[in-house]
């Protein structure tokens, strides 16, 4: 895993540490993963700000999740208020969850749609390429090479950025991402829908057909190409003429993350059949949905019924609603698309300093920083992004790393993440450059 | 599905209602169901009772989620508390996981365990099969007739329950249920290792093997089966045998439900090699988990990582020990067996004066009625069941059904349902049985 502590070296750490990962792996078992070559502890946070348990300072520019920041008062407030009233499921009627549903909706340009809830993003691709396969009668899922989509076995099936052992579902099929530090963008939207249509002609050979594509449209596991945004109609205009359905994965790229738009898709103007979100739903509460034309459900909502115990309840919408009202109340987008802008300015900056530094992309807080050895071959440099990522974790600044080849720094702080917060990244990032 | 209410029949209800059943098939779309014939719509509940926007009660004889009762103050707190001071994930070091963990993993007899977070009950079936087929090397599963263990791809795939048009896996096998009103209870043990022994070599003849047998020791959809309890470990010998694995799914029986244990499969006396849980974990709060044997794990952690957004995250484990702590405190699994006794009499009791009731079983407060049209045919009446249910709730009394036939009223209140409470009930539905 990138970023992923190996416990083969837990010796190296304190022996505090050490007990706490012995403690872990004892505990949790094998297929938990830590970040960092020595793992952070965490205690309490607040803002952009987490505190370990010594009150170790810790400027946070990775979660993506706590998107309105740690501890937001005002979703704390509404989880709270909402779990001393009523915690309960969509089996009775309850107004909460249509006022919301009305809201979210709302957000999205084009036809009118229908929202259904689960608690994880992985739930809502789960769910989403389910209907995908029923609507369609179609068996084959396309998705980009490092794609993540989640962790149920539908969803593990087409996220190759589970690793090579982790087993791919029969009818899934690969393409290159969209690659804008190799390809050249003139023609990348025709490049990328040749690419497509190549894995449709093999599943129509097997008999499998297209149930659908999905991608987040930051191709965030592949590396983050955030452009250019004219590339994926014509993949939505090859899979539709295969019968497909195009699947927008927003659960990273949604919720103004883009700084350009509240969602990802909306940057490259096409109308998706699916839409899919979850992570900075409710600011670390557990809800996502999946978000559908109608035509689409018909036929599932048909033949079987979706009900989810959790997804939808009560307190769930109750933590969305403050969510979506503190992104529009304290303008978060317009936040992301400022600092973000800021950020990427920076690093530029610093690229001029450093030959390292191969390539600066990215939109809103979404930025990639891609190192490489050589920037005439762009030979990437996975150790160069490893030692930036934990130089800036032993300065106490949070991000990662991603990517095939696990060489582009990832940079997603939460939306409230200011200026000066810019500023003391872009500082520390320099300090540590200047040591590789 | 069993106490659905048909959209078709809107035009009886409520102006009040019918505009908010027309706003939610709008908004969710036709995949969402609503229970009774007159949805109840729910706007705040403590303890066991539920109030609508208009202030009437409802007493709440089933929801099985809120098993500490409806907005427990503890529960609340902590949840307020954590949500207060910080809301992150797994790949940091936190003390709260580890502490739920070892406690939570203290509550199994046998060897030790491992424990892995999930958000729902469905994640974590999903995750335990997936972990069966890489563990084993086999791709079958076998489950009962009626069965219910989740709504991801994998799992709806072995979830019969959903009905006829919600598709099951390829290498998925049904056994019936052991259904102790129509079966002589003498050798079931036996009669079920042989039913599932034919499922096996079904499954070793295509060349799949046997994964896992999964099933939920109470049989909650095909009916509750609460007894014998001595009829799982001859299906455990005949899965081992064959080189499965058995998953005791505890979403339903767990926690105290049975009465008799804080685990339903331990009335039985096995040793699962994964349990999973989730619905009253966290009394609401989304959390879930699977528990396994270590080297059930060890393949699949070396091969794969599991992460989970949200799974285990510092709320989910501080409700989840909240509702573990309140479980211990007011005694509550001792409260399931004494209230479920009396409400089990009582029924029985029921039974002297309506023939229309065939039996009464359960264990703790999981109880099930069984109403048929004629005692000596055991025709199974499901209108009856209909009429008590939806007579119950016009008193405002919420129970459900279950089973093949949709005729087994159930009742499975919050575990802090008392004497008083299980009076209510049955004066009530004395009351109903007498219209029928």
Same mark, same amino acid.
């Given at each position: 895993m990138v970023n992923g502590f190996d416990p083969a070296t837990a010796s190296n750490l304190t022996p505090e540490s050490?007990?706490?990962?012995?403690?872990?792996?004892?505990?949790?078992?094998?297929a938990y993963r830590l970040f960092y070559k020595d793992p952070v502890e965490v205690a309490r946070?607040?803002?952009?700000?987490?505190?370990?348990?010594?009150?170790?300072?810790?400027?946070?520019?990775?979660?993506?999740?706590?998107?309105?920041?740690?501890?937001?008062?005002?979703v704390v407030d509404a989880i709270t208020k909402q779990a001393q009233t009523i915690c309960t499921h969509t089996r009775y009627i309850q107004k909460g969850i249509l006022d919301y549903a009305e809201q979210l909706l709302a957000t999205f340009d084009g036809p009118a749609r229908h929202a259904m809830f689960t608690c994880t993003g992985s739930e809502a691709n789960d769910l989403a390429v389910r209907m995908a396969k029923h609507h369609t009668g179609n068996q084959g899922i396309i998705i980009t090479d490092e794609a993540y989509h989640g962790n149920s076995e539908l969803s593990a099936g087409f996220s190759p950025s589970l690793g090579p052992y982790s087993p791919l579902g029969t009818f899934v099929r690969r393409v290159p991402a969209p690659d804008s530090y190799r390809i050249a963008?003139?023609?990348?939207g025709q490049w990328m829908a040749e690419k497509v249509s190549e894995q449709i002609v093999?599943?129509?050979?097997?008999?499998a057909g297209v149930a659908c594509f999905i991608a987040d449209s930051m191709f965030s596991?592949?590396?983050?190409? &955030?452009?250019?945004?004219?590339?994926?109609?014509? %993949?939505? $205009?090859?899979?539709? =003429?295969?019968?497909?359905?195009?699947i927008a994965d927003e659960v990273q790229s949604g919720f103004g993350r883009s700084g350009e738009k509240l969602w990802g898709y909306q940057r490259h103007g096409i109308?998706?059949?699916?839409?899919?979100?979850?992570?900075?739903?409710?600011?670390?509460?557990?809800?996502?949905?999946?978000?559908?034309?109608?035509?689409?459900?018909?036929?599932?909502?048909?033949d079987n019924r979706y009900f989810n115990t959790f997804g939808g309840n009560t307190v769930a919408m109750a933590a969305a609603q403050a969510v979506l009202n503190v992104i529009k109340d304290e303008q978060l987008v317009e936040n992301s698309l400022k600092v973000g802008k800021m950020l990427r300015e920076g690093f530029e900056a610093l690229a001029k300093k450093y030959q390292g530094i191969g390539d600066?992309?990215? &939109?809103?807080?979404?930025?990639?920083?891609?190192? %490489?050895? $050589?920037?005439?071959? =762009?030979?990437?440099?996975?150790a160069a992004a490893a030692a930036v990522v934990n130089g800036l974790r032993a300065r106490r600044v949070l991000i990662s790393a991603t990517g095939a080849a696990a060489n582009t720094l990832k940079i997603r702080p939460p939306l409230v993440f200011s200026a000066a917060h810019a500023d003391r990244l872009l500082t520390e990032a320099d300090a540590v450059f200047a040591t590789l």
């Open positions: 050490r007990k706490l990962v012995e403690r872990r792996i004892a505990l949790l078992g094998p946070a607040s803002g952009v700000l987490l505190y370990d348990s010594e009150g170790n300072e810790y400027l946070d520019a990775y979660n993506n999740v706590v998107s309105v920041g740690h501890c937001h008062p005002k963008p003139e023609n990348m093999d599943l129509q050979r097997r008999g596991s592949d590396g983050i190409f &955030s452009h250019p945004t004219n590339l994926l109609q014509p %993949v939505v $205009d090859v899979i539709h =003429k295969a019968g497909g359905i195009y109308t998706p059949d699916i839409i899919t979100m979850g992570k900075p739903m409710g600011n670390g509460y557990p809800v996502a949905a999946a978000v559908m034309l109608p035509e689409i459900v018909e036929k599932f909502g048909r600066v992309r990215g &939109s809103g807080l979404y930025i990639g920083v891609e190192m %490489v050895k $050589d920037r005439s071959t =762009k030979e990437p440099d996975a």
